[in-house]
């Protein structure tokens, strides 16, 4: 009884880290398919804007996305395929689902070339983001780990917050680059700008206890907590410019004003 115990026992601790690897190979595409939204954007915007350069400009850096994006696909299919009958349903669910979900990326693409506007390029894009995060919340499926449950928790809040600040990214891109927001754009920056927010205050209280990790060194700190890692990776001049030019986006938005700076401050941002 103790042999097949333990033996249950380290099963269960393989599963858990093989739905960790994944988890982490997901992140990362998430992270290419991200960047590909954000300049996608973009070049919609320029060429909307009448900007046919930097439209140019940004294509050729789109295209070098797409190859990033799919050699990081490639390595999340492998990974998925070591995923058997022996994990948890909710994970094998939420995975075949994700992987049905990022083979829209091939049609989306194709729309770069029609009259589809950025943001709702964007939006399509981000139903796509969401379906891959939701799986991150499987990664301790089947264990009774509590510290694990929140360290999945918390990493699934940094997550979000990363995907909502993304969006924005891609959002304010394309509305600097047209010169104001198009319907329902200012909208959609505001609610990332919020959503971003709550999931910074889920981080903040479930990462709080967490210890940092460094990748670096392969441990974690006996110190330095996760929240306090991720403080002081999320500031500097940067940030702080980027901020004062969202706020003052929506302050003219909100004014139906137009958007000043144009390409200079787009990039900029």
Known sequence: VRVQAASDTAGSFARVDQLAILGGDITTLVQAIEDERDLTAGVLAARQSGDAALAQSLSS??????????????A????????GPAYPGVARTDLSFAL?????LTDLRGLVDTKIDPLGMTTNYSSVIATLLAFGNDIAAGSSN??????????GAVAQLGEQASQQRAILFAAL???QFEPGALNALTAAQSSEASNLATFQTTGANLPAYSSALATFSPTLTAVQQFNDAA???GIDDAQAIEQDAIIAGDASGRLVGGVQNAQTW
């Open 235 to 237: 500031e500097g001049a």
């Open 61 to 74: 850096q789109l295209q070098r996305q797409h190859s990033i994006t799919g050699s990081r696909l490639a």
């Open 146 to 155: 509590a510290q694990l449950a929140q360290t999945v928790t918390a990493l």
């Open 100 to 104: 049905s979900r990022v083979s829209a």
């Open 177 to 179: 680059l047209q010169g």
């Open 76 to 83: 999340v299919q492998d990974a998925a395929g070591k995923i």
